[in-house]
């Protein structure tokens, strides 16, 4: 009898702190920490589109903790271009044809004081939000602005492995990108190529001239978002022959040009590429 009832007791203890499991408030269970967000390899490329109003560059900084902060926290950042030149240096290392990143030039952006922001109270992110314009820098330079986190008002630990970023400024425009197809430049050869389009403005593009390595063209895409015209990209001998087009809804350029290639040869060269991201049609499946 008596071990039936000390049974019973410590079965009945045992459903009480059951019940009131759900209730009980462990409070918090990890440190908080602060880190920039997408700063896993320091070097975050932001895509920026030709002709956009009120362009800004965007650095996300995230308290992590298992509850949200009940306080707002300043946090502050310094551009930093140790963190740039860091960044350089390592990749130099590893790849001998890495070109620099560059600094942003401070005409390019505007920052009020010290760069900060606010976490608010029941938020676990804060925003620095920097208008920039790219207007008169040169397209072929990989421009950067980079941040480090300095410090916060409420003493939390600051990530080491993710308290810099090298923010990329990359400019598109909705012809840019990658793309694959075929250049004929005779009835019976036709090369592949997959150029990259590089946006030089809101309606303009730069890619190789037939499959050549060092001589360029320009696409200019008309109003009408349709008709093209080709122009040469410095000495590249590169002729419109006219009737270029682009076509919206494949994503694809079809283009007319003479160009003369490094044995003084004159090619008539219809060249028809599409972008490789763009949607696949039932003709392609």
């Keep these: 009898m008596k071990k039936y009832v000390i049974f019973n007791m410590v079965l009945s203890v045992a459903l009480f ?5 759900n209730d009980v408030d462990f409070g918090e269970q990890y440190k908080k920490t602060v880190y920039i967000v997408n700063s896993n390899d320091m070097l975050y490329v932001g895509e920026h589109f030709f002709g956009a109003e009120n362009d800004e560059i965007v650095i996300s900084v995230y308290c992590a903790s298992s509850e949200p902060i009940t306080e707002s926290v300043r946090v502050r950042l310094k551009i930093d271009r140790y963190a740039m030149d860091s960044l350089n240096a390592k990749s130099r290392l590893i790849d001998e044809e890495y070109i620099d990143k560059v600094m942003l030039p401070e005409t390019a952006y505007r920052l ?22 790219f207007s008169g820098l040169d397209p072929d330079v ?11 008002s ?14 990329e400024v990359k400019m598109i425009n909705r012809f840019s990108g990658e793309y694959s197809g075929s250049s004929q430049e005779s009835a019976t050869r036709v090369v592949g190529v997959q150029p ?9 593009v730069r890619l190789p001239a037939h499959n050549s390595e060092t001589d360029f063209m320009i696409l200019t895409v ?7 015209s080709i122009a040469p990209v410095g000495n590249a001998k590169v002729t419109d022959l006219g ?13 007319y040009y003479t160009y003369v290639n490094a044995n003084v040869e004159t090619l008539s060269v219809t060249e028809i590429i599409t972008n490789v991201n763009a949607p696949k049609t039932n003709e392609d499946e």
């Design 17 to 21: 702190l059951a019940s009131c499991s």
């Design 112 to 133: 009020e004081g010290e760069p900060n922001l606010s976490i608010q109270a029941g938020r676990q992110y804060g925003a620095l939000r920097v208008p920039f314009n």
């Design 142 to 152: 990989a421009y950067t602005l980079p941040f480090t986190l300095v410090s916060n």
């Design 154 to 167: 409420a003493g939390y630990e600051i990530n080491s492995e993710l308290k810099s970023i090298v923010y």
């Design 196 to 204: 990259v389009l590089k946006a030089l403005s809101v309606n303009t």
């Design 222 to 228: 008309a109003s009408d978002g349709v008709s093209v």
């Design 243 to 255: 009737g270029s087009k682009y076509y919206p809804e494949l994503q694809q350029f079809e283009l």
